[in-house]
């Protein structure tokens, strides 16, 4: 059996990467089963989703503690405690994490004790959309060509899966066309197969409400909205162009998270302690005066 994590910010897509590796494994004749696990269920918060593969029929259930392959979609989640990316995590598990940085650079910041593999999948989405976009096409693109799964069954995964989520035909086919370069900027690795071992169960994670920090935001916090600071979770950020801007106060209107503030001048101030980069503002700006700029040097940029 291949037993695969994905770890993500809600949003980001990492669900969606684990059907499309299930659907194309069973395309390919394995059996399969994917499910995600949500904690805070909002936009920017650490999530995980999994995914098992098996030529014999799967009798596991549940979270994967032990996972053969890590696919993790930003590389702030490994500075994040709330993500738990490391869990279960061995000399042997690899782990394949987005990121502009170099698999050199990047264990310098976060060292990680399984194969770690970087590519910079952001990079590709904002090549071939022109903007941030959800990394579901990319990020199960990866993980079925490192598990040797053929771009033919992948592509009519993602014709399916994207299809039924009600995506329209163009965007199908910049997914596909991404899948592609993901078959080329990845080969398949000798992942471990532990066969008839049964999966270590996860261990239960009891919230303990702690007192509020400025720290990572996390869910078993108790309410402290103005002392946690969701910048952290940005992978982009909303820049404004005071020019373009017409204060209209849609921006401060459509933030979910009460990060915008309209000064004196009527212009909008982000709060980029609480930003948490889902870019709502950019999409319900009338004048395009809010552009989005993609955060650079994650793995604990400051906001
Ligand atoms: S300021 Fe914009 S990007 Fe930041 S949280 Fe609010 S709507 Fe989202
Ligand atoms: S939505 Fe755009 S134009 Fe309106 S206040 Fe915000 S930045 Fe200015």
Redesign the pocket.
């Known amino acids: 059996m291949v037993r695969i994590r994905f770890h993500g910010r809600g949003g980001q897509g990492a669900k969606t990467a684990a059907r499309l590796v299930a659907t194309a494994a069973f395309l390919e004749g394995w059996m399969a089963q994917d499910s995600p696990l949500y904690g805070a269920e909002r936009r920017g918060a650490p999530m995980t989703a999994f995914a098992r593969l098996d030529r014999a029929p799967i009798r596991e259930r549940g979270m994967i503690a032990r996972p053969d392959l890590v696919v993790v979609a930003d590389d702030s989640l490994l500075a994040d405690p709330a993500a738990h990316v490391g869990d279960g995590v061995e000399a042997d598990t690899v782990v394949f994490v987005n990121s502009e940085q170099a698999v050199t650079q990047l264990l310098e910041r976060a060292p990680c004790p399984g194969r770690l593999l970087t590519g910079d999948l952001t990079g590709l989405v904002l090549a071939q959309l022109g903007k941030a976009g959800a990394l579901s096409g990319p990020l199960g693109a990866v993980a079925a060509r490192l598990v040797g799964l053929s771009e033919t069954n992948l592509r009519t995964a993602l014709v399916m899966e994207l299809g039924e989520l009600g995506l329209p035909v163009p965007v199908i086919e910049q997914n596909l066309s991404m899948a592609h370069a993901c078959f080329e900027l990845v080969q398949p690795v000798p992942l471990r197969q532990n066969g008839d071992r049964p999966g270590q169960p996860a261990s239960l994670r009891t919230p303990t409400y702690e007192p509020p920090t400025s720290g990572t935001a996390r869910i078993s916090a108790l309410a402290n909205v103005t002392v946690r600071k969701t910048g952290g979770w940005r992978t982009f950020r909303p820049v404004?162009d005071p020019e373009?801007?017409?204060?209209?106060?849609?921006?401060?209107l459509h933030c979910p998270d009460g990060a915008?503030r309209?000064t004196g001048a009527?212009?909008?101030l982000i709060d980029y302690d609480h930003c948490k980069g889902c870019l709502l503002?950019v999409e319900?700006?009338?004048?395009l005066?809010?552009i989005s700029e993609r955060e650079a040097g994650l793995v604990r940029r400051s906001s």
């Open positions: 404004l373009k801007c017409i204060g209209c106060w849609m921006c401060y915008v309209m009527t212009h909008p503002c319900e700006c009338p004048t005066a809010l």
